[in-house]
């Protein structure tokens, strides 16, 4: 089986992986991080996505073998429950969230147009957010959080 | 799905030497069609060759009026360079609207037009534009490559490292997005070489095609209103649930319009 080192949020690991193994799943299963969902995996949704080597990926779509060697960040590298992110707050003072199952990919992603383009528009959230499936919302309350978030991060 | 082998060449001659090794090995590139085909054991090869390290194979060069992508240059990385929005701005519309960003920082163009998938974007930016196809072994040509529904001028085991795109007078694309999967339902390149004007479609037939009749209207005069309705036949177009072969004969004319409007800018 192939071994790959990664470093994920921050912390460098090493492990053996089954050449099939998703990096979602290597990431929920051999690293015990839940937080990165898996929602249609067929690498539509987008519930799955994370950073890796500072770009967006749908988690689901990706072998952990070919990852060996990147920086790997997951939700769980944004904040914590009494220090919550500033993308993360605006989810819940927005309610960018009904059942919360997309959330993990939809902070990702938003977090990571911020840092493409600080002074973001709401077309550029909605294009933005074209890999990213949501069934409750209907997105107007995400893209309110994601533009209040953005404000946040600009400080 | 099916247990492989994986492997990480770094070079190709390494690239070649795996595939030496194994008669099912197959190429991995982006992974954003492959890997979810995969999944659906719809494929089996015993070996993954993954090109995501192999140098050389990435990167976008200007010589001339040639623009030169390497075959593993992700979606993302087309649409952002300022030399492609410079040269041939339509090439970086057309990668900035496949799919949605993070299949954009996965997938690549050699990837894309070695699957030719029916809806598939690139196929219609190389078929357009009259690139060239550059692989370990020769050049071919855009109007030798497209062979048929997922299916291309490609031998076994011959890797694309490259595709050239000579920079046109002017250039448009535009395509119908399907809601769901972002895949071209149709859409339209229209390139203007002088007095040559090549127009492909993507999306409408189980091939990318070129449309005559069009290239000859737009030739006479490259205005909007040169293309006519009913230019493309509905009967060899596809016919699903998404749309029918007549609506999409339409849009291919409505799309050509405005993909023509668009390069006049």
Not at chain 1, 119 to 144: K, P
Not at chain 2, 109 to 126: F, K
Request: charged share 25%.
């Amino acid at each position: 089986m192939p071994s790959i080192t990664v470093r994920v949020n921050g912390v460098e690991t090493t492990k053996e992986v089954d050449p099939r193994t998703l990096l979602s799943t290597f990431i929920r299963e051999q690293m015990k991080l839940t937080g990165t969902h898996v929602g249609c995996d067929t690498s539509q949704c987008g519930a799955c996505v994370v950073s890796v080597d500072g770009k967006t990926v749908k988690s689901c779509g990706v072998f952990a073998w070919q990852v060996d060697g990147a920086d790997i960040e997951t939700i769980e590298s944004l904040g914590t429950e009494d220090n919550l992110h500033p993308m993360q707050a605006a989810f819940r003072e927005h309610h960018g969230l009904q059942c919360g199952f997309c959330t993990p990919g939809m902070v990702m992603t938003a977090v990571a147009l911020v840092k493409d383009k600080p002074d973001l528009t709401e077309d550029d959230v909605r294009h933005g957010l074209e890999g990213n499936i949501c069934r409750c919302t209907g997105y107007q309350n995400i893209v309110d959080a994601v533009m209040a978030g953005a404000k946040a991060m600009r400080g | 799905m099916y247990l492989f082998e994986a492997k990480t060449p770094t070079d190709v001659d390494a690239v070649k030497a795996a595939l030496d090794e194994d008669d099912e090995a197959q190429f991995l590139a982006g992974g954003q069609t492959l890997i979810p085909v995969l999944k659906q054991r719809l494929a089996m090869p015993s070996t993954l060759v993954d090109l995501n390290k192999v140098e050389g194979l990435s990167g976008i060069t200007t010589k001339g009026d040639v623009i030169e992508i390497g075959a593993m240059t992700r979606h993302a990385d087309v649409a952002a360079n300022e030399d492609v929005q410079k040269a041939i701005p339509a090439l970086a519309l057309l990668a900035g609207g496949i799919g949605d960003p993070h299949v954009r920082n996965r997938g690549t163009i050699g990837g894309s037009i070695a699957n030719n998938d029916p809806a598939a974007d690139y196929p219609c930016a190389v078929l357009g534009l009259g690139a060239t196809v550059v692989t370990d072994r020769r050049e071919i040509e855009a109007d030798l490559f497209f062979l048929g529904m997922f299916e291309t001028a490609l031998n076994e085991g011959e890797l694309i490292t490259s595709v050239r795109f000579p920079v046109p007078e002017r250039s448009g694309y535009l395509k119908l997005p399907h809601p769901a999967t972002r895949f071209a339902l149709v859409g339209v390149m229209v390139a203007k070489f002088g007095s040559m004007i090549r127009v492909a479609v993507t999306g409408a037939g189980p091939c990318v095609f070129r449309v005559p009749e069009m290239e000859q209207a737009l030739t006479e005069k490259f205005v909007p209103e040169q293309i006519k309705d009913g230019l493309v036949e509905a009967d060899d177009l596809n016919n699903d649930i998404h749309a029918s072969r007549e609506y999409r004969a339409h849009l291919v004319g409505v799309m050509a319009r405005r993909a023509v409007a668009q390069a006049l800018g």
